[in-house]
């Protein structure tokens, strides 16, 4: 399942659009502020934004101008009651790639969003690689030379995390939320039975690399000798 961000702090509206494109079979997380979008978009390999410009924190557009900087070019619809031909100029100058006045239509916002899920992502490998594994995250299978094997949908998220951060330890947080979304309540062990299915498929193809547990950190992917 494709998964967006939805940034809009009215909750009816982010309710309804949320249930919208649910239907639809698009995964959604939900912020109602920059400073918490901008953090899961750090953690998160979302397909898609959709962004609203009033938001509590300051302009919607600020943000998407701040993704823009960094080199982040996650494919945008700016959602906003602003109609007037300057304010969609001035959406589409600051890095937009749709724009839709409210109020609208649920089904042509999904058909826009769908649009935008053609799009490419941001600038990231489509296959991560590190050491001697890479990730065909659309075919779901991780190879170490020539041995595969094939990954469920958390853990292919778990694993795109680990190998594009490989040089750092990450979160538990993070890849719960890299693994079901920001929004989709989690049991207390759904990470470590994930965790524990990628280590025993890790061992399968030959990999040196481990999924090791860094006390009071988080995890990271490091060689065998070094595995706990």
């Keep these: 399942m494709s998964r967006i961000l939805l940034i809009e702090d009215h909750e009816r509206m982010a309710r309804l659009i949320h249930q919208g494109l649910v239907a639809a079979g698009i995964g959604v997380d939900v912020s109602g502020r920059i400073d918490t979008a901008?953090?899961?978009?750090?953690?998160m390999s979302y397909q898609a934004l959709v962004l609203d410009r009033g938001l509590p924190d300051g302009d919607g557009l600020d943000l998407l101008q701040r993704l823009r900087r960094a080199g982040i070019r996650i494919p945008c619809l700016v959602l906003t009651a602003r109609d007037a031909l300057h304010d969609r100029v001035e959406g589409?100058?600051?890095?937009?790639?749709?724009?839709?006045?409210?109020?609208?239509?649920?089904?042509?916002?999904?058909?826009?969003?769908?649009?935008?899920l053609r799009r490419p992502v941001e600038l990231r490998p489509l296959d991560p690689s590190y050491d001697d594994l890479t990730l065909n995250s659309a075919g779901s299978v991780l190879c170490c030379g020539a041995n595969k094997v094939t990954l469920a949908p958390a853990e292919v998220h778990i694993m795109l995390l680990l190998l594009r951060k490989h040089e750092e330890v990450v979160r538990r947080s993070a890849l719960e939320a890299a693994a079901w979304g920001l929004s989709e309540a989690v049991t207390p062990n759904a990470?470590?039975?994930?965790?524990?299915?990628?280590?025993?498929?890790?061992?399968?193809?030959?990999?040196?690399?481990?999924?090791?547990?860094?006390?009071?950190?988080g995890y990271a992917l490091r060689e065998d000798d070094s595995a706990q």
Excluded: T
């Design 38 to 43: 901008w953090a899961a978009i750090q953690q």
């Design 92 to 116: 589409l100058e600051a890095g937009a790639d749709d724009y839709l006045p409210k109020p609208f239509a649920m089904d042509e916002m999904v058909a826009r969003v769908r649009a935008l």
């Design 191 to 217: 990470l470590d039975v994930a965790l524990h299915r990628i280590r025993r498929k890790l061992s399968a193809i030959g990999s040196r690399q481990r999924i090791v547990n860094v006390r009071g950190l």
